[in-house]
Structure formats: C-alpha cells, structure tokens
C-alpha cells in the first residue's frame, strides 16, 4: 500500500558545544591537564573531523563557543567561521548562570567582547552552560543585542521570549535525543544511537517541527572519535536522503522566527 501520509517541510539545525579543555578546568589546573583531565585537547581533531563532515556535505552549522575556549584557540574558531558556520557564545568558562547574581551581566559582557575580538563582530546566539540560567538572564542577554537564546529542551518549535524579558529574542530549543552527549555518556553502542536519532528524527519530520541537534567534538561523550564521525555522516545522509529538510544555522533560523514573534509589550 502506498503511504499517503503528508510530510512538511522541517528546519534543521546541526550545533556544536565546542568543549575542550574548558571543560577539565572547572575542576583542576592546567598543569594538572594530564589523563582523564586531558580529553578536551582532543577537541581540535573532532573539529577537524566535523569540518570536513560538515565541508563535504554542503552543510552549515553552528558553534557554541565558550570564550575561554576562543582566547586559547583563536585561530581554530577563526578555522570554524572560515568554512562558513556561525559562531555563538556558551558563557565565558561555562559558568553556572543561575548562581552568578550580580556578577551575572559582567560576564556575559565579557563572553560577548572576547568572541567579537576573535571574530570580528559580536555573536547574536547563546547557550547556557548545562542549560542553567538565573531570572534575569534573557533580558541581559537582550540588552547585550543576542537576538536568540538555544538552552532550553521544552517545544519542538522556535518560540518568542517576549514574556521572559527578551524582546525580539526566539527560543530555538535543543532535542534531548538529538544530543549526542545524553546517549554516549551511558555508553550506548553506535547502532542504538543511530537508532534513536533516526527514530527521532522520522517522528519529528512527519509533523513539521524543528529540529536542533547537539554534537560535541570531545572523544569521551562526543562524536569526535573516528568510528562516532562515520556514524553521524550516516545519519545525515538518511536527513537528505529522507526529506524535505532543510540544514540551517540557528541565526538563520531566529532571523525567521523573529519576523512571527510578538513584539515586547
């Protein structure tokens, strides 16, 4: 039997939490950057691998940068934005937001102005750091000029932060499943995690939603490992291969959001 199911057309975005080592010195020093505390050096090469991914299959994407991480590789984020994918903040050195208070404005400032100097213009995307915020974080992010805010795992649609102080600011929140670092952080086998994503995926393109899938270029709950690399490329080819789908930076996609968005009252 034919299926005449309609399928619509879906928005997807690949991102990328680029944590290196930015991740290891939240607990130690660099000197102390040895063993289990040294998988963030392996980010570079997970880069590497993405880029080409990303390169070889006409797909644009976006890169959460902690700025810590873009004042000790400058020139990898440089790489990044080069290849054409956008670059957005994750904090400073992945703070805590909802335990900063005051302080909280000075650093997202701060983020904001160390990637701006290595890019070359201020990021208009934030992420908060393992998804935690204080009740004043969206509107001093709009007051900073960040036009979208991708923190949150509650919608499968862009959705306005009017009502939290955001103004023009959208949502473009994650999806749990999509995020690599939820599967393989319990050690799941390569095909249970293609299986996942692609169930996910199939369920969220037959209603038309958005999609905001999560990557990470470490080795240990990321996809930068060689035999991960291969996995993903599988599974982007089943994307294209079973559309309509369209790959699109999250800026791309709040750009689009915004112009349904309710203005601020």
């Known amino acids: 039997m034919t299926n005449t199911a309609k399928v619509t057309p879906m928005d997807f975005s690949i991102t990328v939490n680029l944590h290196g080592t930015s991740v290891e010195l939240r607990q130690v020093s660099r000197e102390r950057l040895v063993g289990r505390y040294a998988y963030g050096k392996y980010a570079a090469l997970g880069v590497e691998r993405m880029l080409t991914l990303f390169s070889d299959m006409g797909i644009p994407a976006t890169f959460f940068v902690p700025a810590l991480e873009a004042e000790m590789n400058p ?34 400032e701060k ?77 799941q086998t390569h095909d249970r995690v293609l299986k996942n994503w692609t169930e996910e995926f199939v369920g969220l393109r037959r209603e ?12 240990d709950y990321g996809v930068g490992r060689a035999s991960r690399m291969v996995m993903l490329a599988e599974f982007l080819r089943f994307i294209r291969d079973n559309g309509p789908v369209t790959f699109r930076t999250c800026a791309d996609v709040a750009r689009s959001a915004a112009k349904q968005a309710p203005k601020a009252a």
């Open 75 to 108: 020139g990898l984020i440089k790489e990044i934005m080069a290849a054409g994918h956008e670059i957005a903040s994750n904090g400073y050195a992945l703070e805590d937001h909802s335990t900063l208070g005051d302080s909280e404005g000075a650093i997202l």
């Open 111 to 187: 983020a904001r102005d160390v990637l701006a100097g290595v890019i070359g213009s201020a990021p208009v995307g934030w992420r908060a750091p393992d998804g935690l915020m204080s009740y004043k974080t969206i509107g001093l992010l709009a007051s900073l000029g960040y036009r979208y805010d991708s923190s949150l795992q509650d919608d499968d649609h862009p959705y306005s932060l009017a009502a939290d102080g955001g103004g023009r600011m959208v949502e473009l929140p994650q999806n749990e499943i999509l995020l690599d670092q939820t599967l393989f952080a319990i050690r």
């Open 208 to 219: 038309g939603c958005y999609a905001n899938m999560t990557l990470h270029p470490r080795p």
